[in-house]
């Protein structure tokens, strides 16, 4: 059965420090994976998503990485903000169509 | 509509009462999803439908659990006899295709059961 950890489980860091989140899955036959930030009571927003074929992805400030073979993916956002605040989540789509989610990183960009 | 929308946003139940919740998905979206969120954890994939037809329910936790999409765009997930670990957040969302494409979540409905 695939998990999903994700370290830290919180992190606080100053505005415009760089930052790097990690995610761990067990099961390496994963279709994509995607990171997701979610803001309190709200729902997810999708940032990136990763082709099991693809080692990273960049939008603006985030880039994702992606290494199947050691069950590994990275969130690293440059020059954090404190709007940038929130909970982090990265998931693993396996074949069955379902994501299998981490339980988040907590994020504090202090002003 | 512009995304995907849940109601209601909040729900009390007595225990042993049923309720329903609704997600109108992204208009055209073939697929739809239903998780599970308890407070300071991630999702859970609840169950998943292609069209109207229900293609995986392996994350419903008991026969309580029943979700439907008669017409291949709006769904109900109902809960009946609700019991006090039912309460969380119950997050819809939808895609256009399969195959992992980007899923597009609702706000979420959170339920109480006291």
């Known amino acids: 059965k695939q998990e999903v950890t994700q370290i830290p489980a919180a992190l606080s860091v100053p505005e415009g420090e760089n930052l790097v989140l990690n995610c761990s899955f067990t099961?390496?036959?994963?279709?994509?994976l995607q990171w997701f930030r979610q803001d309190p009571g709200k729902g997810l927003t999708s940032l990136l998503l990763i082709q099991s074929s693809q080692r990273e992805q960049t939008s603006g400030r985030l880039n994702a990485s992606l290494d199947k073979s050691s069950g590994r993916s990275t969130l690293y956002i440059a020059a954090s903000q404190p709007g940038d605040s929130a909970t982090y989540l990265c998931a693993a789509l396996e074949g069955n169509q379902n994501f299998v989610f981490g339980p988040g990183t907590r994020l504090s960009v202090l002003p | 509509g512009a995304g995907v929308s849940q109601s209601p946003r909040y729900k009390v139940a007595k225990r042993g009462q049923d309720v329903a919740l609704r997600c109108d998905p992204i208009?055209?979206?073939?697929?739809l999803f239903w998780y599970q969120q308890a407070l300071g954890q991630g999702p859970e994939f609840l169950t998943y439908f292609q069209n109207e037809a229900q293609l995986d329910k392996s994350g419903l936790p008991s026969d309580r659990f029943f979700a439907e999409r008669p017409e291949g765009s709006v769904s109900t997930l109902k809960i009946q006899r609700t019991q006090q670990e039912d309460s969380a957040v119950y997050l819809c969302?939808?895609?256009f295709g399969g195959g992992g494409e980007t899923q597009y979540f609702g706000p979420g409905t959170r339920l109480l059961v006291l």
């Open positions: 969302a939808s895609s």
């Open positions: 208009s055209g979206h073939v697929s």
């Open positions: 099961d390496s036959a994963i279709y994509n």
